[in-house]
């Protein structure tokens, strides 16, 4: 497995704060748990954040290659949020000392992922000087203009919030949302390009966070929340008072005020007195990571009444502690409670019909059984280990592609079967290298003479000699789309062995043997790829390889993506003429051995780097339609659609192994 140098970068609160008090919260959860599942994977974690304390200068976790280093922006002492903004300068110079020290010790960070919109505005010209990747997330975007209620977002805390999350959203190389909601949200409000925007959604960690046998007895409900007005945990309250007395249970409000909303917790305590619930509700303050999964094991319910949430991690972790949540539908609580499993979204926050639901759940002890069961095993589908690498496909997508190549200076050589398939397979790959400025050659065995041809205009096409000619038209506006620099079919010199004559290498043609074993067709020609012996074919491809001085070759693994036998010949002919040429050798992951790869299992072994590249769908989406013989882009629902009527998902990644 590759590693990274990650400098994340915190501002405003350190991921060490406990949640729940002052500004502490979701985001501070899930910064210091993706770092420590990153740190875990062998990869190399620092997080900036700005010093409100006395503490050391550098702060070891865990004794994994993880670390928190404080920087100084303003008085080492605790702020309101809405003051840190004004020492940002202090903290960017403070930053840029640091990664120049890191720098000069052969030590400098392969990326930056900047936390919150004042991190963001920290980081970014740090990482423009150094020529350092920047990734942004955001956890909360505020609201703007005249549409500042709740529902949209929190109030901005500083006038230079609005600019500064604009800027974060269009200058980042990659922003990184926790949800589908903040990722439509940093596209529509903050201008983000929808190709540079992707998803990871947070985790949860099952040592600390599982359920008991039962619930506590006598019942209770949780509301576990940073006090201010945009968790809405009035409506908590409120709605207790809408249960019946007979079944009312006992409301634990767990979290604490920050210094800008002060008055609020003493606001939630006049309306418990006016309710006449004091006996009913009680305030414990804000809690650890270990007892506030004490406290949500032993809940009946757990209610999240946010006016709006990015994620909801706490919806995650209530039911992975088999609390069924009741919650708003709102944002990403959309996503982090599925609904009628895990728990219930209510569409009204009106406090009479979210008692009406308490009350209707603790009367049925059969449904709430079900929901504890569901919420269990939802939860159990998100952890950090898996929230982690996907983070990592999204550093690698953005870092120079020549931290997993090797030393060199001469192209990187892909070896595939026919014209279309360097698109379809590999087209975001090659897009990615050529755009990091790495020279890009293909060679291409065959003509794909065999292949059909999408119904429609160049139907006619078919099984006539004119076919080979319009591929090789459409394979040419493929490679400028993806900016390959160098092009030839396998057996026309250079990619021939010297002394030997100029061949060609027919498309084999495929026929299914069994449900998961293709062969070539019957009829396959005497010179048809799989037909001739693989130690010809490498001949001819190595001797390319040393022609051009490649850096690399890259071609399928022993898959070859869905079997066709010309792919797996690809395959075959590309182990044998990495090692006749001397270079390092990649195989580009089949699509099941790319899903298993990315949920940590056997697959994920050895030198393997899996790249999220959405920022080159357009270039890909291009080359796609050069195609337009073999495939036919279906741009609305995402997918190719090939001359059979077989869809298949465009896919702006790639997963590769070195294998030589």
């Not at 903290?91 to 052969?106: C, E, I, M």
């Not at 120079?400 to 590999?426: C, K, M, N, R, Y």
Request: glycine fraction near 8%; proline fraction near 6%.
């Amino acid at each position: 497995m590759q590693h990274l140098r990650i400098a994340m970068v915190s501002l405003h609160t350190s991921p060490l704060a406990s949640p729940g008090g002052s500004d502490a919260g979701g985001m501070n959860v899930v910064v210091l748990a993706q770092a420590k599942a990153l740190a875990a994977a062998g990869h190399d974690v620092t997080i900036f954040t700005r010093r409100s304390d006395d503490a050391a200068d550098v702060v070891s976790v865990d004794g994994a290659p993880l670390a928190v280093r404080y920087l100084p922006a303003g008085p080492p002492t605790a702020l309101p949020k809405s003051e840190i903004d004004q020492h940002i300068p202090e903290f960017a110079a403070a930053l840029r000392d640091a990664v120049a020290l890191l720098a000069d010790s052969g030590r400098r960070p392969h990326l930056f992922h900047s936390h919150h919109w004042m991190s963001g505005v920290a980081a970014l010209d740090v990482a423009r000087e150094f020529g350092i990747p920047h990734l942004q997330s955001f956890h909360s975007i505020a609201a703007t203009g005249h549409d500042q209620e709740l529902s949209k977002g929190e109030p901005p805390e500083s006038p230079a919030r609005v600019p500064g999350e604009a800027r974060c959203a269009q200058e980042s190389d990659l922003i990184v949302a926790v949800s589908r909601a903040e990722a439509r949200t940093a596209i529509r409000r903050l201008g983000a390009d929808p190709a540079r925007v992707t998803v990871v959604r947070p985790g949860v960690d099952p040592s600390v966070f599982f359920p008991a046998e039962r619930p506590a007895e006598p019942a209770y409900l949780v509301a576990a929340a940073r006090l201010q007005p945009l968790k809405g945990v009035d409506l908590a309250i409120e709605s207790l008072a809408h249960v019946s007395d007979d079944v009312r249970p006992r409301l634990l409000v767990a979290g604490a005020g920050s210094a800008d909303f002060a008055d609020y917790e003493t606001e939630l305590r006049r309306l418990v007195a006016d309710l006449g619930l004091d006996e009913q509700v009680e305030f414990v303050g804000a809690k650890g990571r270990a007892e506030l999964a004490d406290l949500l094991r032993g809940a009946t319910l757990a209610l999240v009444p946010s006016h709006s949430e990015t994620y909801g991690l706490i919806a995650l972790e209530s039911a992975a502690c088999g609390a069924p949540v009741i919650a708003w539908k709102a944002g990403g609580l959309v996503e982090a409670v599925r609904d009628g499993e895990s728990g219930l979204l209510l569409e009204s926050r009106e406090p009479a019909e979210w008692g009406a639901t308490i009350e209707r759940l603790l009367r049925d002890d059969a449904r709430l059984t079900q929901l504890r069961e569901d919420a269990v095993a939802h939860a159990a589908e998100r952890t950090w280990e898996q929230s982690a690498r996907e983070l990592a496909e999204c550093y690698w997508g953005v870092a120079d592609p020549s931290l997993w190549l090797p030393e060199g200076d001469g192209p990187v050589v892909f070896l595939h079967a026919h014209p279309d398939d360097e698109t379809i397979q590999t087209g975001a790959l090659i897009r990615h290298l050529t755009a990091a400025g790495q020279r890009v050659d293909l060679l291409t065995a065959t003509r794909g003479e065999r292949g059909g041809v999408v119904p429609g205009p160049l139907s006619h096409l078919e099984g006539t000699p004119e076919l080979e000619t319009h591929r090789r038209g459409e394979l040419e506006r493929a490679i400028d789309h993806l900016g390959i620099a160098e092009h030839r079919f396998l057996g026309e010199p250079p990619a021939r062995a010297a002394d030997e004559s100029p061949r060609r290498y027919r498309d084999s043609g495929m026929r299914w043997i069994t449900d998961h074993l293709a062969g070539p067709a019957e009829d396959a020609e005497a010179d048809a790829f799989t037909s001739t012996s693989v130690d010809e074919a490498a001949d001819d491809v190595a001797a390319y390889l040393r022609a051009v001085g490649a850096r690399a070759l890259i071609s399928y693994d022993a898959f070859g993506t869905y079997g066709h036998p010309d792919h797996v010949r690809c395959h075959e002919v590309a182990a044998l003429a990495a090692v006749l040429a001397g270079v390092p050798l990649y195989e580009v992951l089949s699509p099941e051995v790319n899903q298993q790869a990315a949920g940590g299992g056997e697959a994920a072994e050895g030198e393997l780097v899996l790249m999220r590249l959405g920022q080159h769908r357009e270039a890909l989406v291009e080359a796609l339609r050069a195609h337009a013989s073999q495939v036919s882009v279906d741009e609305e629902a995402g997918e190719i659609v090939h001359t059979g009527g077989q869809r298949e998902p465009i896919e702006a990644s790639a997963g590769v192994r070195r294998v030589r």
